[in-house]
């Protein structure tokens, strides 16, 4: 077994222990809707990892991505933290 080998199998271990955990004891509190934001946060993302042959795009995606995502947990924190009126 080669090492790229080896290293995919432990992270799809890593991974079945983590399924396997999180249907045992259950998500934890409600269930949360995904923002628009968050949604085009994540669509980035996967763009990045289909285009990583591409570097420039590639990464170019995973940028927009990690932004949108930290705009979108800024702007949930914002609107948590509002007083009422």
């Given at each position: 077994?080669?090492?790229?080998a080896?290293y995919?199998?432990?992270a ?14 259950g ?6 809707r995904?923002t628009?934001?968050a ?7 996967v763009?990045?990892i289909?285009?990583g042959?591409?570097k420039?795009?590639g990464?170019?995606c995973f940028a927009?991505g990690?932004?949108?995502a930290?705009v ?8 948590g933290?509002r007083?009422?009126e």
């Amino acid at each position: 077994m080669s090492a790229s080998a080896a290293y995919v199998a432990i992270a799809v271990g890593v991974l079945a222990v983590l399924a396997v955990l999180l249907l045992a004891v259950g998500w934890g509190g409600g269930t949360r809707r995904l923002t628009p934001l968050a949604g085009l946060a994540l669509a980035c993302v996967v763009c990045g990892i289909v285009f990583g042959q591409e570097k420039a795009v590639g990464y170019a995606c995973f940028a927009v991505g990690i932004l949108l995502a930290v705009v979108d947990a800024v702007r949930r924190t914002r609107a948590g933290h509002r007083s009422p009126e």
